[in-house]
């Protein structure tokens, strides 16, 4: 029964990879821009060292803006509700 004020204080994860070079042989199943790792994802350069990783991904997370950052954070709710309704499988997030 959280709100957005209670999501305001949770710091966000997720289970992404982020690949050295360009390819890494696996197949791809795309899901909806929602989250922020996703749309980090989505700008990350090619990177081929891991100093050069943590570099591209520091960037990119010093230029999210404050709109991108409260509009996932107001849509937590819906998420969850989701989950729950879906009673805990993949959701349309």
């Known amino acids: 029964m959280w709100n957005v004020t209670d ?3 949770v710091v ?3 289970d992404s990879r982020f690949v050295l070079g ?3 042989n696996r197949v791809r199943v795309w899901r909806r821009p ?3 790792w996703d749309q980090l994802k989505r700008q990350m350069p090619s990177c081929h060292s ?4 943590e570099l ?3 960037d990119l997370w010093a230029h999210l803006t404050q709109d991108n950052r409260r509009c996932l954070i107001n ?3 819906d998420r969850v509700a989701a989950f729950i309704v879906d009673g805990g499988v993949p959701t349309r997030y």
């Open 7 to 9: 999501w305001q204080n």
């Open 12 to 14: 966000f994860s997720d």
């Open 22 to 24: 360009t390819d890494d």
């Open 34 to 36: 929602e989250h922020m």
């Open 50 to 53: 891991v100093h050069d990783l």
């Open 56 to 58: 591209a991904v520091q």
């Open 75 to 77: 849509s937590m709710p």
